[in-house]
């Protein structure tokens, strides 16, 4: 009877091979390996609960059966029970030092206890057992990430790739990954890879919804993931993702109400109370902050995981007006961050910024200028808006792009992939034909963001170190400068949660130092762009007084005044700046001064002070 049960699964007849199963059980009542077949059978049409059943009495009838103690510690791995999960590998193992699968569900379920180094010793183990097994290769990048070695993650999803080219896993891993270090390009395209590999799954759908939003097509993407949660109501990926997208569309409202659900079937995931404190909270505020620092105190966190949770436990507590130990936990995320830069070795190097700036200044003269310009394109279509992180930037864009002959690119951030570094430091000037395939290329990249658009904004705000090549080689567009009081601005930098850099942002000395280099950098574009090309606002006098300032802004980009730019609120082009929330709001100077809150713990910040 079992050996017609298994020839029936392996023809996939599971109605016939299920028959067979009952039979047998019913011949042999407390045979473990009748409840294992039944176990398979259910697992197999999708009955989980049914499958865990029937294993836990394969166990208890026998409990030295290693395919029913495997198969349990299966299920239980990736969350259910992962402290059982162990338990029972280690069962398994005690029986067959050798069997790989017991060190590779170990694995897996000690990921889920976020315990990234035993994870990383039992995989490696696993690895070393079963050399030609995709899962295990893929679960030791998953562990390695938790454990913060992104480089490393990304080369075993690779490995996996590598081993089997159809794994959809570790293309969905390593887009995410890529895109968690800023690389858009190889994110997105693995991503519609891993969907493409498996276009039914749940995993494809969410893959498929992420590639989307990432490429700002959030209408798209959330059309998949409305349709996916009509048939999962209560899956949290979805959810989470789905919050996201809404906060990006500007829907705050669904948005909480979606991240809120989200948090009561996932009372663990970091990221959501890191979206929901986006915004300023009230009567959430009490709540949400016990909850973060019952999660916070549990020392069970990786180090990604540990530095959102302060952040969002900062906020919350300014918010609520708890001044102090805001800061408190604003510093202990900065230090987190710092530390893993500089393990990654991507500390912050002040001399090096410096160099960095003499040479442009000495590099990029009046003339040095002219002399791109003779061979720079014609097109004036690029607004740039520039400036240093959080000073305004995100918003003036918002506000310009509500005129309808304005379209909005965000940051494009391409610069240093369309010239090389000795065009932008101004060292070399690009040949005629140099000078038309950067100018050009970028302006492709511009147009296809806002098709139709007469002008397009860009609103990278470090373009700032680069203004005269830019202006070099697109002598018609128009360049904003964002300014902004600097204490406010660095301190917005240090108590905001970026998802790449500033590398420069997590230490206070860094950041009076950068702020000191950008205004010798600014000076000397002030001193050589043409008037007619360059222009400054004053955040702190456009958010008191905006409508003169709005039509002189305009103005200078030749532009009819429009109604439409007093209601930048209304405007939906996608937003995926940290500054989400403040950018869909009214105008209002509620940010004006706001360092003062923390003015005795700012130290050598003070030193800008104006």
């Known amino acids: 009877m079992f050996a017609e049960a298994q020839a029936a699964v392996k023809g996939k007849r599971y109605p016939e091979a299920l028959a067979a199963a009952k039979e047998l059980e019913s011949l042999q009542p407390n045979s473990a390996r009748a409840k294992v077949l039944l176990a398979n059978l259910a697992f197999l049409s999708g009955d989980v609960a049914s499958a865990e059943s029937y294993l836990r009495q394969a166990v208890s009838l026998e409990p030295g059966h290693l395919e029913a103690t495997i198969g349990l510690a299966s299920l239980l791995a990736n969350g259910a029970n992962p402290s059982e999960a162990i338990q029972l590998c280690d069962s398994a193992i005690a029986l067959n030092p050798n069997l790989g699968s017991a060190y590779f569900h170990k694995g897996r379920a000690l990921v889920a206890e976020c315990r990234a180094q035993d994870a990383l010793a039992s995989l490696e183990v696993a690895s070393k057992l079963m050399p030609q097994s995709a899962a295990a290769h893929h679960w030791m990048g998953v562990a390695t990430q938790m454990a913060g070695n992104t480089p490393k993650a990304a080369s075993l999803f690779r490995e996996v790739i590598a081993i089997d080219k159809t794994f959809a896993a570790s293309y969905g891993a390593l887009g995410n990954l890529l895109l968690s270090v800023g690389d858009r390009a190889g994110g997105i395209a693995n991503l519609k890879f891993a969907a493409e590999l498996a276009p039914q799954s749940v995993e494809g759908q969410l893959w498929l919804a992420k590639a989307l939003a990432e490429e700002n097509l959030l209408k798209d993407a959330q059309q998949v993931l409305d349709n996916l949660l009509d048939k999962a109501p209560d899956l949290v ?76 436990l900062g906020k919350a507590l300014e918010d609520l007006g708890d001044n102090e130990r805001a800061f408190a936990e604003y510093r202990e995320g900065n230090a987190l961050a710092q530390r893993k830069l500089e393990a990654q070795g991507k500390g912050f190097d002040r001399t090096a910024r410096k160099l960095a700036v003499d040479a442009a200044i000495k590099g990029f003269t009046a003339s040095q200028l002219g002399r791109w310009r003779e061979n720079g394109s014609q097109d004036d279509s690029p607004i740039f808006i520039v400036g ?33 570094q000795d065009h932008l430091n101004g060292q070399r000037t690009p040949s005629a034909n140099e000078a038309k395939a950067i100018a050009s290329e970028f302006l492709q990249r511009l147009q296809a963001a806002a098709p139709g658009k007469r002008r397009v904004t860009e609103k990278t705000p470090q373009n700032y170190l680069i203004l005269g090549p830019i202006l070099g080689l697109l002598p018609n567009a128009r360049i904003i400068h964002c300014k902004r009081n600097p204490l406010d601005t660095c301190v917005s930098i240090y108590t905001t949660l970026f998802m790449n850099g500033p590398e420069y942002g997590h230490d206070l000395e860094d950041l009076k130092d950068v702020y000191r280099q950008y205004e010798r950098l600014m000076s000397h574009w002030r001193s050589i762009l043409p008037k007619d090309r360059f222009m400054e606002v004053q955040y702190e006098d456009f958010v008191n007084d905006r409508e003169p300032i709005l039509r002189e802004i305009l103005k200078f980009l030749n532009l009819e005044w429009n109604e439409s730019c007093l209601a930048h609120e209304s405007n939906n082009h996608p937003i995926s700046t940290p500054n989400v929330w403040q950018a869909r709001q009214p105008v209002n100077s509620n940010s004006i001064g706001r360092w003062k809150k923390f003015e005795s713990w700012l130290g050598p910040l003070l030193d800008l002070k104006h």
């Open 237 to 312: 990926e979805g959810l989470v993702l789905l919050g996201r997208v809404c906060i990006q569309l500007g829907e705050f409202e669904r948005a909480a109400e979606i991240l809120i659900k989200a948090g009561e079937l996932d009372p663990n995931r970091i990221d959501i109370f890191t979206m929901l404190v986006a915004a300023p909270i009230s009567n959430l505020g009490p709540e949400l902050i016990k909850r973060m620092q019952g999660i916070s105190a549990s020392a069970r966190l990786s180090v990604d995981e540990a530095i959102p949770l302060h952040y969002s």
């Open 388 to 420: 240093m992180p959080r000073s305004g930037t995100t918003l003036l864009e918002q506000v310009i792009s509500s005129h309808p002959e304005v379209g909005a690119a965000s940051e494009l951030g391409t610069w240093k992939t369309l010239a090389t």
